[in-house]
């Protein structure tokens, strides 16, 4: 589908201001029908139009407000969900090859950018204790809904973990340049009106020594979005300004970082019942959706394998391990 766009379109990684290809022409939670997801016919990016994003909405928990009260999640399983993935990335460090060990001896530091309520810091912080961990985050309410979890669960397995509550802008990076081994942002890179300079800023953090930066989003090409329209639909939300492709994904991260090792891999995170209601009801499980937390693991496993070696998960997982080098957007 083809159409002109409100005037003023700008491709938000090359710039290209070209009418750009309509893909979507309505998009979950604009209530004015002002937004139209589109694809830059210069560099194939597809980004929302117009691309602003009210921090707001995230601020006020506006989001997961939304889910749990159109799909009938409750915000319970939602933790849990939050506390199974958070396991699972601690885990994908040792499976990609990421020791989290300084060759100085040294303790690791670790910044996990938009950390949200802080499963992922939690997590770390059990999991790894010989490593540094801080959570930035830019909502002081989901600070403190995470903290106050984490209080009331009184469990040893989920300690509160350490809180930064601001953004990643000048200030941050002026007195954090070059002092973490690895930084993360989980799902956090859809959400900016300017994904390259995040991606930057992100990587400015990272030792010159030598360290990684951790970045995974939805991925565009997520074969799952062929196969439900209600999924397709329900993909496109107006709390996500860029849906990334893993080209574009690796495009991005060599411009930003020219001289260091890139990879882009597939990953899977809701599991095999909730692909197969989808397609057969048009719906997502709504109280219960499908982690793959428990059974069924060689089909799982072989399913999901499949999919992450094609690249057409639900989501996309960038890593950058940088060396002597930091680069730079031009």
């Not at 999991?127 to 909502?139: A, F, G, I, K």
């Not at 991606?199 to 970045?215: D, F, H, K, Q, T």
Request: hydrophobic fraction near 40%; charge should be negative; charged fraction near 25%.
């Amino acid at each position: 589908m083809t159409a002109n766009v409100t005037h003023g379109f700008r491709c938000l990684l090359c710039a290209d201001e070209e009418s750009p290809h309509v893909v979507q022409d309505q998009v979950s939670g604009d209530t004015v029908g002002k937004l139209r997801a589109v694809q830059c016919l210069n560099c194939s990016h597809v980004q929302l139009s117009p691309p602003a994003y009210d921090l707001d909405l995230y601020r006020d928990d506006g989001q997961v407000r939304y889910v749990v009260g159109h799909y009938g999640t409750p915000i319970e399983t939602l933790f849990e969900h939050s506390a199974i993935e958070a396991k699972r990335r601690v885990g994908r460090f040792a499976e990609r090859g990421e020791p989290l060990v300084r060759q100085d001896g040294g303790r690791p530091r670790l910044l996990d950018v938009g950390g949200g309520y802080g499963f992922f810091g939690s997590a770390m912080t059990r999991l790894r204790p010989d490593v540094e961990t801080q959570v930035l985050e830019p909502s002081a309410s989901r600070a403190d809904t995470g903290r106050l979890h984490f209080d009331a669960r009184r469990d040893p397995d989920f300690p509160v973990p350490a809180f930064e509550i601001g953004l990643l802008d000048d200030a941050f990076v002026a007195r954090s340049q070059g002092t973490y081994d690895v930084v993360t942002l989980w799902h956090v890179l859809e959400h900016v009106e300017d994904p390259l300079d995040l991606m930057a800023r992100a990587g400015a953090l990272v030792r010159p020594e030598g360290g990684s930066l951790w970045i995974e989003v939805p991925n565009f090409h997520d074969e799952l979005a062929e196969l439900s329209p209600a999924y397709r639909q329900r993909s496109f939300m107006h709390e996500h300004i860029s849906y990334f492709s893993a080209a574009a994904l690796e495009r991005m991260a060599r411009r930003v970082f020219p001289s260091a090792d890139v990879e882009v891999t597939g990953y899977q995170r809701y599991g095999i019942f909730n692909y197969f209601h989808w397609i057969h009801h048009n719906a997502p499980q709504g109280a219960r959706p499908d982690m793959f937390e428990r059974d069924r693991w060689w089909l799982e496993t072989t399913w999901r394998t499949a999919r992450e070696a094609a690249r057409t998960s639900d989501a996309l997982l960038l890593v950058v391990r940088t060396g002597q080098e930091q680069g730079g957007v031009a």
